[in-house]
């Protein structure tokens, strides 16, 4: 994985074992060696891959990413030709990111004291860091969003119990970002532990031969980087093109309506920026409770999400039904991508089998029919214009079965929480990752 799962090359270096298929059977054919000696080698060596990642790169992620709208939004209504799917371009396997439309700066102050109001464009002040018994109070049994620091959240260490903390967790936001870095996506960052931050887990664990049960253990917390001094929080200074629009405050929730307008863009700023920054809008709002993120000059405090560019080539998708993940394999069997993931439900079920990858489409227009699913009154066929709020989002990677895909949501907050008809649905800025790695003729397999 990025920079979270071992590649194959840097686990099977540790263990001797070129080739391996997973993590779980190379150490279990490891011999003369203790399992817990090997394990603990390939979380240093890691460790030391992350660091150099970091040296190399401190901005932050700038992924685009969409707004959120309905609940139960159409899938298998897309856009392109007749079944469901445009043209196959001529795409080739993107592993590296693309250079990011800005550089948010990495500042050493903190955020504003959680009580006071700072004036539009006003910097972020310096916080004293928390004490380690605060640390501890403050993840025993959660806190209030608005009450978080960056020197909270930066400054927590591991300590066991995470799972049970009721409220937002300074240790299990910093998990969060992360796995997110670490490309075991959590979806949105909300601080709270929740089965798609389990799935995450899960992923890491298997990948590094630690026992799979999807909570957070010391072994997990250092091999995801933990105990490094890199910043997870940082400040952030709003520029005229965050706050340039179009917005559509008043975003209709009818089809009908929808297609009257130019473009399904971001409700305001608050929406645009907390999904460039992967967090969930509650968070994003709370955190930066009196601060305006439309003024240009604004300083905000955000995750930071970028990780290392990704270096494994997907060979191999698996849409995971049962556990509502979407997981991507290099031709080696090892793990590059993991995705939480909305796949079909009882009424419209996602495809069985495999297919392949037909095309690509970034920004699609969205052609609704009723044919597949009727969304309110709307019994025409109706074309709804691209755009973050669009039912699937900026991206949209066509299957071989007509008219599925995997695809973005302008909801990322509902990921595996409600339900899709028939297609993948993933947060907006995994869908938008995942498309840079594929190219048409990669299987998808779905598994239930």
């Not at 390939?42 to 707004?67: E, L």
């Not at 860091?129 to 209030?144: F, Y």
């Not at 005229?240 to 209709?252: C, I, N, Q, T």
């Amino acid at each position: 994985m990025r920079n979270g799962a071992l590649s194959a090359a840097l686990l099977a270096g540790v263990l001797g074992l070129a080739g391996a298929g997973t993590v779980g059977t190379g150490v279990a054919a490891a011999q003369d060696r203790s399992v817990e000696d090997l394990v603990q080698k390939a979380i240093a060596r890691h460790q030391r891959t992350i660091q150099q990642a970091q040296v190399q790169d401190q901005a932050p992620s700038q992924d685009r990413v969409p707004g959120q709208d309905d609940d139960q939004q159409g899938d298998n209504g897309w856009n392109g030709d007749q079944d469901g799917a445009p043209d196959a371009p001529d795409a080739q396997p993107d592993t590296e990111r693309p250079p990011p439309p800005y550089v948010p700066p990495v500042s050493s102050q903190g955020p504003a004291d959680p009580n006071e109001t700072l004036e539009p464009g006003q910097p972020a002040q310096p916080s004293a860091v928390p004490s380690p018994a605060q640390q501890s109070a403050a993840d025993s049994v959660g806190m209030r969003a608005e009450n978080l620091t960056a020197e909270l959240v930066n400054s927590t260490q591991f300590h066991p119990g995470a799972e049970q903390v009721r409220g937002v967790s300074p240790l299990l936001l910093k998990t969060q970002v992360l796995l997110d870095r670490a490309n075991a996506s959590p979806g949105v960052i909300d601080g709270r532990y929740g089965k798609n931050v389990s799935k995450a887990i899960s992923s890491y664990q298997q990948e590094l031969g630690l026992p799979v049960d999807g909570k957070l253990s010391a072994d997990l917390w250092n091999a995801i980087g933990g105990n490094l001094d890199h910043p997870i929080l940082i400040d952030y200074t709003v520029t005229p093109e965050d706050v340039a629009g179009p917005f559509y405050p008043s975003l209709p929730h009818d089809y009908a309506e929808q297609a009257k307008l130019p473009n399904l863009g971001y409700r305001d700023p608050w929406e645009e920026l907390a999904e460039r920054f992967h967090m969930d809008e509650k968070l994003f709002r709370e955190i930066n409770h009196g601060r305006d993120p439309s003024v240009p000059g604004t300083v905000l405090t955000v995750a930071d999400t970028k990780g290392p560019p990704i270096k494994g080539v997907i060979a191999r998708i698996e849409a995971d039904k049962k556990h509502g993940q979407v997981r991507a394999y290099d031709d080696k069997g090892w793990l590059v991508v993991a995705y939480p993931a909305t796949i079909g439900s009882s009424d419209t079920p996602s495809p069985s089998g495999e297919v392949t990858i037909r095309a690509v489409a970034q920004n699609p227009v969205y052609y609704y029919s009723p044919s597949n699913f009727v969304q309110g009154n709307n019994t025409k066929n109706l074309q709804l214009p691209p755009g973050p709020n669009n039912p699937v989002g900026m991206v949209f990677i066509a299957l071989s079965k007509p008219t599925y895909g995997i695809h973005g949501t302008p909801e990322p907050s509902a990921i595996d929480k409600t339900f899709s008809h028939g297609c993948v649905r993933l947060t907006n800025w995994d869908a938008e990752e995942l498309s840079k790695l594929v190219h048409p003729g990669i299987p998808v397999v779905f598994t239930e």
